[in-house]
């Protein structure tokens, strides 16, 4: 089913000409754009009554996007065909620089071909079941695990007993996609930020392959340069969450969505955790109704700041104590002349990730995408803070249903119901416990190899199983 995908799909890119008049030409260019993990999911997940139905969507960003009419796209807002034309331009360009790095005699490659990645799941399979092993075969059984997950083999990291960390090699065809995803579900991040976010789950992408992928990225390109930092400010003494917040009410009444022309920005000052919630006007009884949400949600700060001027802080806070007797909270010291203000700040940086979700979701209702935005920004790395803003301010990173478990992505692609998670996740555990005992008898064996080659070792009578025992440790 896999390769009868693949040649219609090459088929049809031969023929581009008859996209727009093809019957399923949107869900050949969502085949095509999704590659190999896309038609994975197309052929197990959405071949149904003989009509291809669309597949999940390319990334969290675009979680939120809502169906658009024939025609309705917004002026500046490029259309679906150019959006995919471009990203399957992208993959292009992106798989020969990634074939010419790895074929570099300089370049000592992490990156697997289709063929070579296939190739060392076969050796590493024969190494394990290998009766007598070279010194090869050891090395491989010690850097790799093959995994089985509804019929499905992947190349993982050896996990030498860590089951809760694993850790997935990816051949150069599937980079691409695990890449773009990565870099659109945190808001079109930068190199750290995506190194950050992959090494958890994949243990070849690289440094060199973050970089030649954003390269390729025209909005990372586009972007807004940043505004001069200025002086550094004066630390904070405070040590509580919610101790001192900030409130900005950014303006967007040159881009308004409907009724909507203002975006509340709230950030927690020692964690950065910020939350997004669209506004139909600047007014203080508007902020403090979302505030007042916010409020019963996170808790109370003490101290309330804003560059959006002393009047409109002032007017907020007064209005809060009002509507919350039980409640006080004073305004904070506004310091300028220390660099950008903080308006200026999360304006820029709300606007940046505003235009990249319209581009993204080929749509100008950004009301509709604040939250998910914000759920993006609060999972970003900071290096201040050595952890996201969502680590700081819960104590755990945030999780996006089964695809931050350990299960591959195309096995959870495909996932419906509870059962088909149970049996996922015990193929998982089994697979990882066969391997565990492979790699203990691999260390047992060599452990007796290497007595054997050493002279110096004193000749001993048949082992016995406490004398093979330490041999389970070695690895």
């Known amino acids: 089913m896999q390769s009868r995908a693949l040649q219609w799909v090459a088929r049809a890119l031969r023929r581009r000409e008859r996209w727009q008049s093809a019957p399923a030409a949107d869900c050949i260019r969502k085949a095509a754009e999704l590659s190999w993990a896309g038609i994975r999911k197309i052929n197990e997940g959405h071949y149904r009554s003989g009509t291809l139905k669309r597949g999940l969507t390319d990334s969290f960003l675009q979680f939120s996007l809502m169906p658009q009419k024939a025609g309705s796209n917004p002026s500046g807002i490029s259309n679906a065909s150019d959006t995919e034309m471009e990203i399957h331009n992208m993959r292009e360009k992106f798989l020969i620089s990634v074939t010419k790095l790895v074929e570099s005699k300089s370049y000592n490659s992490k990156v697997f071909s289709k063929e070579k990645y296939f190739q060392t799941i076969k050796e590493v399979k024969e190494a394990k079941e290998k009766g007598k092993k070279s010194s090869r075969d050891y090395r491989r059984a010690a850097k790799y695990d093959v995994i089985s997950v509804q019929g499905t083999e992947r190349l993982i990291e050896a996990t030498h007993g860590e089951h809760d960390r694993i850790r997935y090699y990816v051949h150069k065809e599937e980079l691409f996609d695990i890449l773009h995803d990565t870099h659109l579900s945190i808001g079109h991040g930068g190199r750290t930020r995506m190194l950050k ?51 900005e009410v950014l303006d967007m009444q040159s881009n308004a969505d409907g009724e909507f022309k ?214």
């Open 197 to 247: 976010e992959l090494q958890g789950k994949y243990g070849n992408v690289t440094k060199e392959v973050i970089v030649l992928y954003l390269t390729l990225c025209k909005q990372c390109h586009q972007k807004n340069p940043a505004p001069k930092r200025g002086l550094a400010p004066k630390p904070m003494t405070f040590k509580d969450i919610d101790s001192r917040c900030q409130i």
């Open 262 to 475: 203002f975006i509340l920005y709230y950030q927690d000052h020692l964690t950065k955790f910020i939350i997004l919630r669209p506004l139909k006007a600047k007014q203080a009884h508007e902020v403090v109704s979302v505030l007042l949400d916010i409020f019963t949600i996170l808790g109370t700060p003490r101290m309330l700041e804003s560059g959006s001027g002393v009047e409109f802080t002032n007017q907020v806070v007064n209005e809060l104590n009002d509507v919350w007797p039980d409640l006080k909270i004073v305004c904070g010291k506004h310091h300028p002349g220390q660099g950008p203000s903080s308006l200026e700040r999360a304006s820029h940086d709300v606007k940046n990730m505003v235009n990249a979700w319209m581009q993204s979701n080929r749509s100008r209702r950004w009301a509709e995408g604040l939250r998910f935005m914000q759920m993006v920004k609060n999972q970003l790395f900071d290096v201040s803070l050595q952890q996201s803003p969502y680590e700081a301010m819960f104590g755990f990173k945030a999780k996006l249903g089964l695809y931050s478990s350990h299960l591959p992505r195309e096995t959870v692609a495909v996932l419906q119901t509870e059962e088909e998670l149970e049996l996922a996740e015990e193929q998982l555990e089994s697979s990882l416990w066969i391997r565990q005992e492979e790699r203990a008898e691999v260390g047992a064996d060599r452990s007796d190899m290497d007595e054997d080659l050493d002279p110096t070792a004193p000749e001993a009578a048949e082992p016995s199983t406490s004398q093979g025992a330490p041999g389970l440790f070695c690895w």
